[in-house]
């Protein structure tokens, strides 16, 4: 028998999947959203939808929600509560009370109203049923999410009470988050008990703040501390860095398992996850060998492909602008789609461009190819710190430096093997086409997880009301944590390509012998490693890792300014310089540390390595311009030098602690 469905917030994310699983069963729904623009689209796409647009936490609003239900339905048998905000993070004694108003009025006063107005329609009924969307938060407690944790419960209680007190044709669920989605099931009639929401036999991890989750029934039962259960991982339960939650259902019984603030520890890192980790591993090592499986075979690429010294210069400046570009462009496919068919289409380009550039003479479709591979490998730079977030929540730290430390042999392992494969193949076409390899395998792990996932759950991972936000260019330069962020990566990329470009030839202009600048740029270009390893642990353990960003934005200034006083001890200043190469893997923690979640981690760091790359751009040009122009390299070094300025001031605003990215973008109610 066909139910009449009540939907708040069923115009988007998993309030508008539901609505579509229970008018898939043949019911009629009517949902509720605060989003005109959204509940226009719902409603075109979904032609048996009926709607109301308003505000939960308006009681006119609600009675001309019930009134549509009323005149569109005639009657109503199932209420499902969805609407509810985040509200901001922050310690209690520095919550704003009017953030605190905000979140009581649409969470609790919002689902008071609702309740209120739909029990009389259900109990015109000899059957209905009322199913809440709570929270984890609600049962347990979040650091820092007082708002949202207490109405939560609130909530669960509310609907609990009500419902006892409208007599025994009523039944109520309590459906408590995280997990990924799992589909509705309308039954026949709620006489008497049901299950609600059937859960599938997987496992899942993930409400993110301002997203009511819906999988798993609550039914009343002594509660148990969780334990940590990291089977099969779906989505990061996200309500701020400090807790996450994973879960798993077991002959339709619900795990819980939290780490960091319940005191609990965290899952196994390989349990369940063994095949995305080798997707971490392999995208990692796949992201620089267009660059420097490249640079051992310029100066004979460019004698058999007849290239004059403006497409070689061009083709030396393509890393960092298409690093630059993709790094704009990566976020929107990733919204758009999800992270693992970025991933898929990072490979994907990376290993087109890298095996067909090699098979033709011609200079621009060189330079065209080569710009594909690198735009591939830089969108691939984007997208591992979000899938760290979605799938590693509970163990960033070595996750991270996995992928620093990889990218960092990524660069180095081609250039070893550059002429070795050239030897191996007959030239430097084999060598550098090789490589495209890499990026196909690399690519096969998240072709796997694409396929594991079934199309609803991708419905669900497609642009929502909170994960798939859209984070606009202007959004995005007003916000203290992405401009620190890309000021922070920003100054460290065009210090860094500087001296990549000139520290050998600063060396020697200085008077040292070409031994001895090679030693001192081999000590700068080491050093990336051991930078990689410590400092990913450093930004995902410390609340505020200032300190050690201030270090590596002035210590380098202070091996500049030592080249400059005192050129007799190249080695100091080379050490000192070198530090700089820790700030990009800090960097990529602060990616994940800063936001909520893997769409926020997206954003940051395709806004931030964007405009880092295109300022790296900048660095050797400097160097370039300035060296002949004063006939001495002293002020290219202080030039150097003060932009430790700058990249300290984007030190202080990326880790400053407590704020997250997605904060300022919070939407106002659903």
């Known amino acids: 028998m066909a139910q009449r469905v009540l939907v708040t917030a069923g115009a988007g994310g998993i309030g508008l999947v539901i609505a579509r699983a229970f008018a898939a069963e043949g019911n009629k729904v009517h949902i509720a959203d605060i989003d005109a623009q959204a509940v226009e689209a719902a409603v075109a796409d979904n032609p048996g939808f009926t709607a109301s647009v308003g505000d939960v936490s308006s009681p006119d609003d609600v009675d001309a929600m019930m009134a549509d239900v009323q005149s569109n339905l005639g009657g109503l048998d199932c209420l499902v509560s969805n609407a509810g905000i985040a509200g901001p993070t922050a310690p209690v004694e520095e919550y704003d009370p009017k953030a605190w108003a ?5 969470n609790l006063n919002g689902s008071f109203e609702v309740v209120r107005k739909a029990v009389p329609l259900l109990k015109a009924n000899d059957r209905g049923s009322i199913i809440v969307m709570s929270s984890l938060a609600g049962r347990f407690g979040y650091p820092n999410r007082i708002g949202y944790s207490t109405t939560k419960w609130g909530a669960g209680r509310l609907h609990q009470d009500a419902v006892a007190g409208t007599g025994p044709t009523q039944h109520h669920r309590q459906l408590d988050p995280p997990g990924r989605r799992q589909r509705p099931s309308t ?22 703040p301002g997203q009511s989750g819906h999988q798993g029934v609550h039914r009343p039962r002594r509660h148990r501390r969780p334990r940590s259960i990291p089977d099969q991982p779906g989505r990061t339960h996200h309500l701020g860095p400090a807790v996450q939650h994973r879960r798993r259902f077991q002959s339709g019984a619900m795990t819980l398992g939290a780490h960091d603030g319940t005191g609990q520890p ?58 630059g570009l993709a790094g704009f462009c990566a976020p929107v496919l990733m919204r758009r789609t999800s992270l693992e068919l970025t991933a898929v289409a990072a490979m994907g380009l990376a290993a087109a461009g ?35 977030k979605k799938y590693f929540s509970d163990r960033p730290a070595p996750m991270l430096t996995a992928f620093a430390l990889l990218m960092q042999a990524g660069a180095t392992i081609p250039a070893m093997l550059a002429l070795p494969l050239a030897d191996l193949g007959g030239g430097w076409r084999f060598s550098i086409g090789s490589w495209a390899l890499l990026s196909v395998v690399a690519a096969v792990p998240w072709v796997i997880q694409l396929l594991k996932v079934s199309p609803e759950d991708r419905a669900e991972d497609a642009p929502a009301q909170s994960g798939g936000r859209a984070y606009g260019l202007g959004q995005l330069l007003r916000n203290p944590i992405s401009v620190g962020t890309a000021l922070f990566y920003a100054m460290a990329s065009l210090n860094t390509y500087a001296m990549l470009s000139w520290m050998p030839t600063i060396f020697q202009d200085n008077g040292h012998s070409s031994e001895t600048a090679a030693a001192a740029y081999a000590i700068f270009t080491f050093l990336t490693l051991p930078m990689a390893v410590v400092s990913p642990i450093i930004g995902s353990k410390m609340r505020n890792p200032f300190p050690y960003a201030a270090a590596l934005a ?15 001890i190249p080695f100091l200043w080379a050490t000192l310089i ?33 405009v880092g790359y295109l300022f790296g751009t900048v660095g050797p040009l400097l160097g370039g311009w300035l060296n002949p122009a004063t006939g001495s390299w002293t002020l290219p070094l202080l030039v150097y030098a003060l932009m430790g300025v700058p990249m300290l001031l984007g030190a202080w605003m990326m880790s400053k602690p407590g704020r997250y990215l997605e904060d300022r973008f919070e939407p106002a109610a659903v």
């Open 187 to 208: 039954g026949q009639g709620v006489r008497g008990p049901r299950r609600g929401l059937r859960p599938h036999r997987r496992g899942g991890a993930g409400e993110r």
């Open 354 to 388: 890298t095996a067909l550039r090699p098979l033709f003479d011609s200079v621009p479709l060189f330079l065209v190819l080569s710009a594909v591979a690198l735009f591939g490998m830089g969108m691939g730079n984007v997208v591992g710190a979000p899938l760290v």
């Open 266 to 323: 965290p899952g196994s890192l390989w349990r369940g996850r063994i095949l995305l980790i080798v997707g971490i591993v392999l995208l990692g090592v796949s992201l620089r060998y267009a660059v420097t499986g490249l640079s051992p075979f310029l100066p004979q690429i460019q004698a058999d492909l007849g290239m004059g010294d403006a497409p070689l210069t061009l083709l030396t400046m393509l890393p960092t602008l298409f690093f």
């Open 102 to 106: 905000a979140v009581v009025n649409v």
């Open 578 to 610: 070198g530090l700089i190469g820790g700030a990009f893997p800090l960097a990529i923690a602060m990616f994940n540390q800063r936001t909520r979640t893997e769409h926020g981690s997206g954003a940051l760091s395709g806004f931030a390595m964007g």
């Open 554 to 568: 002035l210590l380098p200034a202070l091996g500049f300014i030592g080249v400059v006083l005192a050129p007799g």
